[in-house]
Nanobody, 121 residues
Framework: QVQLVESGGGLVQPGGSLRLSCAAS????????GGWYRQAPGKQRELVAR???????IYVESVKGRFTISRDNAKNTVYLQMNSLKPEDTAVYYC???????????????WGQGTQVTVSS
């Protein structure tokens, strides 16, 4: 089994920055792919940023140039650096990782518990 622990959310003023972390622990061979999603009140969960096959990254248009996804394979951790935050970035942010327990098995998908990000003055 794999557990994901998210951290780094909080209250920040418009224009501020936060860095979210998603640390995976348990039976891990490697993190195949991963990403961050968010869900604002009354809205559907949406993709924010994600690693895709080959190591490339994709971002939702509204965060391009402001958010950066990164990973530390040695720590089994995925990050989301969020700069120039706007009130419309307010949401619960969830990490989503595809984790392999060994080299020959297909990855399993795991979700973090969510961390609240509130951008307000």
């Amino acid at each position: 089994q794999v557990q994901l622990v998210e951290s780094g959310g909080g209250l920040v003023q418009p224009g501020g920055s936060l860095r979210l972390s998603c640390a995976a622990s348990g039976s891990i061979f490697n993190i195949n792919t991963g990403g961050w999603y968010r869900q604002a009140p009354g809205k559907q969960r949406e993709l924010v940023a994600r690693f895709i096959d080959g190591g490339s990254t994709i971002y939702v248009e509204s965060v391009k140039g402001r958010f950066t996804i990164s990973r530390d394979n040695a720590k089994n951790t995925v990050y989301l650096q969020m700069n120039s935050l706007k009130p419309e970035d307010t949401a619960v942010y969830y990490c989503n990782l595809a984790v392999k327990k060994d080299w020959y098995s297909a990855p399993n998908i795991y979700w973090g518990q969510g961390t609240q990000v509130t951008v307000s003055s």
